[in-house]
DNA sequence: AAACATTTGTCCGTATGTATA
DNA sequence: ATATACATACGGACAAATGTT
C-alpha cells in the first residue's frame, strides 16, 4: 500500500502541549476571561489528563505572559487593558519593520509572487466583509515575511506577540476587527520596495502598516 | 524594633525558580557548554532537588530558546553560532531604539542625571580595564532606559535578548567583550537627545549604539 | 490566636517511547 | 526484526504555604 509522500510525520504530541495549545486558545479567544482564576485540578480532569501537564502548560503560558501564578494562592488569567494596545503595537511594529528590512535583501521574486497571492486573498476576504479570514490572510501574509527574514528571535517574539494581539481583538472587540481596505494597498507598496530592493522604505511602510491600524483601533475602543 | 522600611520582603523562591535561575546562569557563563548533554536526574542530584523542579526548569528555558528537548531521546543546552550575532543585535537594536523613542517623551531630569552617574561608572570601569564592570554599567544604563518605556512586552523580549547575547561573549571570547569609549559618547549623546525631547535622535542613537558594537564584535570573531 | 480549608509545590514510582545493538 | 537499555512523560500522593474563619 504506497503511502503518501508528503504525509505529515506523525509529530508526537505531549499531553502538556495539548494542554498548553487548548488554555491558549481558549485565553486568546476569550473563552477564559481576564483575571478568571484557574485550578489545576479541574483543568487536569477537563482536558481528561493529570496535573502534571496542566502545571507545566500553565508555567510556559505565565512565561508568555498570558496567566499569573501566585504561590500558594492562586493562578490566574493576565488581565489586559486598553492602554495595552500602544505597548503591544509600537513593539510589533518595530520587530516587523526590522523582519521588512531583513527579508528586502534576500527575498527571490517567487515568494512576492506567493505574498501578492496572499494579498490578493486579504482583499477578497475584506470585499466579502469576512473579517476572520482577512485576519488570517494578513497574518499569513507578515509571517511569511518573518519567516523570510530568518531571524528565531525575531520569529519567537512576533509569534508571542501575534497572540497577544489576537486576544486584544477578541477580549475588546468580541470579534475580529474589520481590515481596511488601506492595508491592501500598504501590502502592495511593500511588494513594490521589495522589488526594488529598497529595504527602508520596506521597513517604513511596514511601520505604517501596523501603526495606522493601532490608532484606528484605539478610537474605535474609546468611544 | 524598627524594622529597616525598604526590605525586601522574603520573595519565597522556589525549587523550581532556584533551579531555572542556575541552570540559566551555568548556560549563559557557558559553565554547561553549547551541545552539552543534560539529565534531569543527574541535575536534580546536583542541585538538591527532585526531577520535577528541574524539568519545569529545563521546559522554562526552552521556550526561552537556551535548551533543546527532544521527546523521548534528550535533552541539550542549544547550540550557537557565530552568526547568531547578526541575528541578535539587530533585533535588540530596534526594540531598544523603541525603548529609547518612548522613553524620550516622558524622562524626567532626575532620571536623566540617575543615567548620567551609570554612565560615568561605565566611562570609569573602561578606563580601569574593567571589562565586567562595564559589561554591568552598560547594560544597567540601557535596561534603565527600557524600564523607563514602561513597556512590559518590550522588557520581557529586552531581557530575553540580553541573557542570549551574554551568552554569545562568553562563549566566543570566553570573557566579558572589551567596552570602547565611542561607546560612553553615545550615551552622552542619547542623554543630550532626551533633554531636548528629540525622540527621533534618541532612537538613532541608541540602535547606533547596538549596531556598532556587533561589526566591532563580528570582526574580532572572525579572526 | 490557632486551627482549617484550599491551592500550589515537590517527590518518586511507573509507563511509554526512542534509538541502538 | 527483536530485544534491550535509557531517558522522558505522566500520574498520584504527600508536604508546605497562604489566607481565612
Redesign the pocket.
Same mark, same amino acid.
Given at each position: 500500500m504506497p503511502i503518501p509522500s508528503n504525509y505529515a510525520k506523525p509529530i *508526537?504530541t505531549? /499531553? &502538556?502541549?495539548?494542554a498548553f495549545s487548548q488554555l491558549q486558545r481558549w485565553i486568546t479567544d476569550g473563552t477564559l476571561e481576564p483575571g478568571e &482564576?484557574?485550578?489545576?485540578?479541574e483543568l /487536569?480532569e477537563a482536558l #481528561? %489528563?493529570? *496535573?502534571? !501537564?496542566i502545571?507545566?502548560a500553565l508555567?510556559l503560558l505565565e512565561m508568555q505572559g498570558l496567566v499569573e501564578?501566585? !504561590? #500558594? %494562592?492562586?493562578?490566574r488569567v493576565k488581565k489586559i487593558e486598553k492602554n495595552d494596545i500602544l505597548k503591544l503595537y509600537p513593539t510589533m511594529a518595530v520587530l516587523h519593520g526590522l523582519a521588512a528590512e531583513a527579508a528586502a535583501t534576500i527575498i527571490i521574486s517567487e515568494q512576492i509572487e506567493q505574498l501578492a497571492a496572499i494579498n490578493m486573498q486579504f482583499a477578497k476576504a475584506i470585499e466579502a466583509g469576512q473579517p476572520y479570514q482577512a485576519m488570517e490572510a494578513d497574518e499569513l501574509f507578515h509571517n511569511m515575511i518573518v519567516d523570510i527574514a530568518n531571524n528565531s528571535y525575531l520569529s519567537s517574539f512576533s509569534a508571542s506577540l501575534q497572540i497577544h494581539i489576537r486576544r486584544f481583538k477578541y477580549v475588546f472587540l468580541k470579534r475580529p476587527v474589520n481590515a481596511t481596505e488601506a492595508s491592501v494597498q500598504e501590502h502592495a507598496d511593500m511588494l513594490a520596495a521589495f522589488e526594488r530592493r529598497d529595504h527602508e522604505a520596506a521597513a517604513a511602510i511596514m511601520k505604517q502598516n501596523l501603526l495606522r491600524p493601532m490608532n484606528e483601533l484605539y478610537e474605535t475602543i474609546e468611544l
Open positions: *508526537r505531549s /499531553a &502538556k502541549d495539548r &482564576k484557574l485550578t489545576d485540578a /487536569a #481528561g %489528563v493529570s *496535573r502534571t !501537564p502545571r507545566e508555567q501564578m501566585h !504561590p #500558594g %494562592v492562586d493562578t
